[in-house]
């Protein structure tokens, strides 16, 4: 039976398979020692497939696993206020739906209301696109510190257990 893969960092077991960014990556990939990114501590770290268990997909291009969840927010930044709803969410950043005119590199400041009876997240961070699909946001570094964003990505993300890969 396969071992799951834990992060060497955190010893969480919410790791996925990374795509290689460098030619030493695809050299070791050729010997079965793979990129990986814990999702709880965001780590990255090479590691041997064999004989290893974790979950079979890769986070597409992104480093982090998207949760979808609708969620009601508020942002303001500069003269810009508006409000909307997050589509998803990840240790990384939302994609929300809003009216408001925002551009890219805009940096906001967004208040996302996880739950009905606390106070809401408060994060910074910046527009990386805007589409239909709606306005992309990563969020900037001391957001993917905040306790409450890791706690609440962390019970959404329980479904995703390590799972055997081929």
């Known amino acids: 039976m396969a071992q799951p893969l834990t992060c060497p960092q955190c010893g969480q077991g919410k790791v996925f398979r990374s795509r290689c960014h460098t030619l030493m990556e695809l050299v070791q990939s050729l010997a079965y020692i793979s990129p990986f990114h814990c999702q709880s501590c965001s780590f990255r770290f090479p590691a041997s497939r064999l004989g290893r268990s974790y979950p079979a997909q890769m986070v597409d291009r992104r480093e982090h696993l998207r949760i979808p969840v609708r969620l009601f927010l508020s942002f303001s930044g500069g003269k810009v206020r508006g409000e909307g709803a997050v589509l998803d969410i990840s240790m990384g950043g939302c994609i929300i739906e809003s009216q408001a005119p925002v551009h890219v590199d ?17 994060v910074a961070a910046m527009v990386r696109s805007v ?3 709606g306005i992309a946001f990563k969020f900037l570094r001391a957001a993917q510190e905040n306790k ?11 479904s995703f257990g390590p799972r055997s890969s081929t």
């Open 106 to 122: 805009d940096i906001f400041y967004l208040q996302i209301a996880l739950e009905d009876d606390q106070a809401p997240l408060e």
């Open 148 to 158: 409450r964003l890791l706690a609440f990505v962390h019970a959404k993300t329980e």
């Open 131 to 133: 589409s239909s699909r």
